[in-house]
Every structure is written in C-alpha cells, then in structure tokens.
C-alpha cells in the first residue's frame, strides 16, 4: 500500500474580508457599465459589511427609444423576484431620475426592459416602466405612488412573460404599481438601474436588503477544510466548505496572495475545490468562499 507523503503548507483562511467594511467592486458573477454615451460615467460600490450597494449614475434617461444610466447586472434565466430597498437617493437636478430594479433583454441602449424604479419628485414617487421592442418607445402604467420617501422597498417579479411590481414602505405590506406582459428570450440582465435625468450630472441610489435573486453573497460558508492555519496538509488536498443560507452559488479565490484571485464560480451542491496542481511544500496559500 503507497501512503500519500505530507508536505508543510500553511493554509490561512481570509474569510473574515467577506465581512469587511471596504467598499469595492460588485463580487463576481455580478458586473457594472454605463449604458448610452452620456457622460461622467457611473459607478457601483459594493460594501459586504452592510450587504449594500451604492449604484451612481447619470444620463438623460432610461425612456424613448434609447437608455442613458448605470446598471450592476449578471445574467438570468426564467422567473424571478426581484426586491430590494432604496435606502437613499437624494434628489438631483431633475424630480424624474430613477433607481430601480431591472430585467434587461441586452446591454444596448435601446434594448426592450421592464423596471420598477423610484424617482424623485416627479413621476408620483414609485412606477413600473418598460420598453417592448429594441429601439422602440417606453412605457408606464400612470400608477402614481404619492408619499413615495426613502427609505422604500421596490419589487419586481417575472412569471413568464408577465411582469407585476410593488413599493412598501417595510418590505411586508405591498402596494401593486401595475403588471405588463414582454416577452424577453433567456438569458436576460437583472439588477440596478440608476439615471439623474440629467446629462452630465450624477445622482447615487443606495440598495440592501436583497431578495435572494439579487444577493451578492449569503451568510458565509463554514466547516471549511483545511482549517485557518492548518500545517501538514497534502499536497493534493480538496478545499471544502458547507454552504451558507440561501446560497445559490459559490465564489471560490485561491492563491498565494493574503488577497487571492477569484479562480472560480460553482453552483450549489458543489462544496469542493480540487486545484489544478499539486501544492508545493513550504508555500503559504489563502483562500475564502463567498456565497451569492
């Protein structure tokens, strides 16, 4: 019988950084642009301390027959709920800017959408929006939402192609901003949509309390192996972990930086990391899970 040889290496789990207080970029799978041409260009700034994103946008408008605002989006297939809370969005040079929740065809400034947004003090304070056809013009259901303030929930949810949207002021009870029937082609683009309505000018909208389709990363994995600070560990050791609530998918960063590279995103039901060399002995290496 061959006994497997043991090398030194040092593992040193970062998972507390999943929990840091710096702001950073959108955690992968999720990514951000600036949709049209308009500029300064957006931004998006996400804090994994509070489960928060600070979306900021400018543009003329997402409306008529072209779009101008910032979007942090990854790609869906199929139903949805989508649900967050506008924690704040201070009003800009025009009542009429939007932020909201967004199911996108494509990333072209004319593609067909259907959003739930908040404005400011135009527009009746909270409304569901849509444009049917790429290049075509817009639409809303003129349902307005008077006494809309900030904090404020918005929800959208997609059951084939039939699109329903809410406000709430504590995310239980439910005001119903309208339905719309689109047919969208999987895959489609949901997330955060923020304009000012006003070229050149930035707005920022301020989102948490995410509903699991827009989590950015669920309560962290445990039971993790190796261990933080494990010695003695093969060289052809598998990284595991147990889930965390409500994960969809796990984001795995392995190397031998103290910040180690995303390598990596598996679904659910794969708790297990083989690298794809062996480990070479004396080496320190780092790696964390986060959980979307």
């Not at 840091?20 to 970029?25: D, G, L, V």
């Not at 699109?163 to 999987?186: I, P, V």
């Not at 489609?188 to 920022?204: P, Q, R």
């Not at 494990?230 to 990284?239: F, K, R, S, T, W």
Request: with cysteine.
């Amino acid at each position: 019988m061959c006994k497997k040889l043991v090398f030194l290496i040092s593992f040193v789990l970062v998972l507390g950084l999943v929990g840091s207080t710096r702001a950073a970029e959108p955690p992968v799978p999720w990514e951000h642009q600036t949709i049209g041409d308009d500029t300064p260009l957006g931004s998006a700034d996400y804090d994994p301390g509070t489960q928060s994103i600070a979306v900021t946008g400018d543009g003329h408008d997402i409306w008529d027959n072209q779009d101008d605002f910032h979007y942090v989006y990854k790609e869906w297939s199929g139903d949805c709920e989508l649900i967050a809370r506008v924690v704040s969005f201070p009003l800009g040079p025009n009542g009429w800017q939007k932020a909201g929740v967004m199911v996108r065809q494509n990333l072209t400034d004319g593609s067909p959408h259907c959003m739930m947004v908040v404005t400011g003090t135009d527009g009746g304070g909270a409304a569901l929006q849509w444009r049917d056809s790429q290049d075509g013009g817009s639409g809303w259901t003129e349902a307005d939402a008077p006494g809309v303030t900030e904090p404020e929930y918005i929800r959208l949810v997609r059951t084939g192609n039939q699109f329903t949207a809410f406000n709430s002021e504590d995310g239980s009870t439910w005001e119903s901003r309208g339905t719309h029937t689109l047919a969208l082609t999987d895959p489609v683009y949901i997330g955060f949509a923020v304009t000012s309505h006003s070229t050149g000018d930035l707005v920022t909208a301020t989102f948490d309390n995410f509903s699991v389709n827009l989590r950015f990363g669920g309560p962290e994995a445990s039971v993790l192996y190796p261990p933080n600070n494990a010695e003695d560990v093969p060289i052809d050791a598998d990284l595991t972990w147990k889930e965390g609530d409500y994960a969809v998918s796990h984001n795995i960063y392995f190397g031998t930086d103290p910040d180690p590279p995303w390598v990596k995103t598996q679904p659910l039901g794969q708790e297990l990391y083989d690298p794809p060399e062996l480990l070479i002995p004396e080496r320190t290496y780092y790696w964390r899970i986060t959980e979307v």
